[in-house]
């Protein structure tokens, strides 16, 4: 019998060395035994496993090392040779119960930031009918508790349920904002249901009323800034050309001041990094540090290439360099046990914490969709009013034959490409919406960007062994506490995969 | 484990659920819940579903089915549950319909 090593990335941190199995999406460390065994069947075509036996047979640890060798096929890290891939993976039971449903409560906006994909070429929505009438700029709150009432019904057992106000600018339509958090309360009353909510805005209309209303139903903000006023107002602007910053950053003090006060969920800061405007250490120093934003996220702007904002790829590392300066940073606040508002950093380590396996790169179509002003479902968000991707109406309900199509396409099984990369358990491909951008196929892996992918998954690879070496308690405020329970009592759970194939956790 | 350590939570639950439990010795045992040939009467075991002997193992038509879908039998039928669910779709009725069968190449 010929074993051999499956799909995995080696990488040394302070002298200690780890590695990451694909397969199973487990983290193990290696000392000179375990190194040397691993070696040994790291071979094109594998390695006989007698005779491997026989050129150890002198060893006097030669029972350790073959339990060792078990371990490591357990864990996925070594196969038999020419092992049969997996089956792949069918979808979870269908109808999935829904999670988080995000409602488009308008398609208008106070700014013209001049990135927004919502009016450049990158827009995949059209919002007129088919009789050439243009839909509803302003979702009705009716349509809004409709929607509502189609999440609490579609998420069947499921007791946590989230709506997401998006928009264009959602403030603008706040009257349906507050009817919908109204009706969705009642509702999760009266079915002993929890109903978090969530929201995205420019800042430019947090009043009083606004900021009570928020932090007393504990949402979760995210407020879309892009540094200090020279970065921020040199794209996101008024109608006028008049840059935002100055109205802005007042509201914002007074939001965060009150949300602190009242011990509200974390505020976050939505960063879009475009085209000369990739200092993310000092936009993270400027947001983090001096408004006091708790997190800080960063996204690269979606454009076609000849945009003159678009990133190229030089830019594309440049940000690669910053985020590892800025991991840096990281690494000294969790030696010091001190949380880090890094949010795509806290997002990468806490899925390589838990052992993350994705089958689909996000939870669209699957325990997430989006909702149009005019009820209409789509994958996300970002895919509302695409015809194409249209699942149903939230007065109809959803198109279960389309979703599962779709899901099927972009399961990961499908994307033969990812399946010789080491990041896959995090990427599965990427996101939909920018495959859509790019190559007009929702479901096709997201190549352009593999390179990136994996360096930025490097990074947080080595930071996580970094933060294991010097202070591994801090990790536990990211662990999953069913998965943490379940392997507490060694009791086996449903349907857990075998190490080596697709665990779903 | 003394060679190779578990960091992250998935390995802890590797180590845990699968290397801990490969350990331990087990009788063989039906599946919980319980089924098989000493729980559920089917064709081409003790008794027919009627109750009597009539439909018992032979001819093997008789059986087919019975080597993978209700009991555990180690015959040489595909493995339906994952390399090859539909070997047998073109066959509902083995005794009419056996020449149908799909060839399995492994």
Not at chain 1, 168 to 173: D, I, Q, V
């Given at each position: 019998m010929k074993l051999a090593a499956s799909l995995h990335r080696r990488f040394v941190v302070d002298d200690v060395s780890y590695v990451y199995a694909t397969g199973s999406a487990a983290v193990l460390r290696l000392d000179d035994v375990s190194t040397s065994l691993l070696d040994a069947f790291a071979v094109e075509g594998g390695r006989n496993l007698a005779e491997w036996e026989s050129d150890n047979a002198d060893a006097d640890d030669l029972v350790d090392r073959k339990a060792t060798l078990d371990q490591m096929v357990a864990m996925g890290l070594v196969r038999p040779a020419g092992e049969t891939a997996p089956p792949a993976s069918k979808l979870p039971p269908m109808p999935f119960p829904l999670a988080t449903l995000v409602l488009?409560?308008?398609?208008?906006?106070?700014?013209?930031?001049?990135?927004?994909y919502e009016y450049g070429e990158d827009r995949i929505a059209d919002s007129t009918r088919a009789d050439g009438t243009v839909k509803a700029p302003m979702m009705s709150a009716e349509t809004a508790c409709q929607s509502v009432d189609f999440l609490f019904e579609s998420a069947a057992a499921r007791r946590d349920v989230t709506i997401t106000f998006f928009g264009?600018?959602?403030?603008?339509?706040f009257g349906t904002i507050k009817a919908a958090v109204e009706h969705a309360e009642e509702r999760a009353r009266a079915e002993d249901k929890l109903v978090g909510f969530s929201l995205t805005t420019n800042a430019t209309l947090l009043t009083d009323e606004v900021v009570d209303f928020l932090v007393s139903h504990r949402f979760g903000v995210n407020v879309s800034i892009d540094g200090d006023q020279k970065t921020h107002d040199r794209h996101r602007t008024f109608k006028s050309g008049r840059g935002s910053y100055e109205m802005i950053v007042p509201r914002i003090k007074g939001f965060i001041a009150r949300n602190k006060a009242a011990d509200g969920r974390p505020i976050g800061a939505r960063v879009t990094l475009t085209a000369g405007m990739t200092g993310v250490c000092e936009i993270y120093a400027h947001l983090?540090?001096?408004?006091?934003?708790?997190e800080v996220g960063f996204a690269p702007v979606t454009s076609a290439k000849e945009n003159d904002y678009a990133l190229s790829d030089e830019n594309y590392w440049q940000i690669l360099d910053e985020f590892a300066a800025l991991a840096e940073d990281y690494v000294v606040a969790a030696a010091e046990d001190r949380p880090h508002g890094f949010s795509n950093l806290n997002d990468v380590l806490r899925e390589l914490h838990q052992g993350i396996n994705k089958a689909h790169p996000c939870g669209a179509g699957l325990g997430l969709l989006g909702v149009s002003t005019e009820g209409e479902l789509g994958l996300c968000h970002r895919f509302v009013e695409s015809g194409e991707h249209e699942v149903g109406n939230v007065a109809t309900g959803l198109d279960e034959e389309k979703r599962r199509e779709f899901l099927e396409a972009g399961?990961?099984?499908?994307?033969?490409?990812?399946?010789?990369?080491?990041?896959?358990?995090?990427?599965?491909?990427?996101c939909y919406h920018e495959a859509y951008v790019r190559y007009e196929d929702a479901t096709k892996p997201n190549l352009h960007y593999c390179e990136w992918i994996r360096a930025w998954t490097d990074l947080g690879l080595r930071t996580y062994g970094r933060i294991m070496n010097a202070n591994p308690g801090y990790m536990a405020r990211f662990e999953d506490r069913r998965a943490a329970a379940v392997a507490a009592a060694h009791e086996p759970i449903e349907n857990t995969a075998p190490a080596g194939t697709e665990p779903t956790l | 484990m003394k060679h190779l350590f578990a960091v992250n939570q998935k390995a802890r639950m590797i180590e845990g659920i699968v290397i801990q439990k490969a350990q331990q010795a087990h009788a063989m045992m039906a599946p919980d819940p319980p089924f098989g040939c000493t729980t559920m009467f089917s064709p081409g075991w003790e008794v027919d579903s009627s109750g009597g002997t009539h439909g018992l193992c032979t001819p093997i038509e008789r059986d087919l089915y019975d080597c993978y879908h209700t009991c555990y039998w180690p015959a040489q039928?595909?493995?339906?549950?994952?390399?090859?669910?539909?070997?047998?779709?073109?066959?509902?009725?083995p005794v009419n319909d056996w020449a149908s069968i799909d060839l399995v190449f492994p």
């Open positions: 488009n409560v308008t398609n208008k906006c106070n700014l013209s930031c001049t990135y927004c264009g600018e959602t403030l603008l339509n983090h540090g001096e408004l006091g934003f708790d399961h990961i099984s499908t994307k033969v490409a990812c399946h010789e990369c080491f990041a896959r358990p995090l990427c599965s491909g990427g | 039928v595909p493995d339906a549950l994952t390399n090859s669910p539909n070997w047998a779709k073109s066959c509902g009725a």
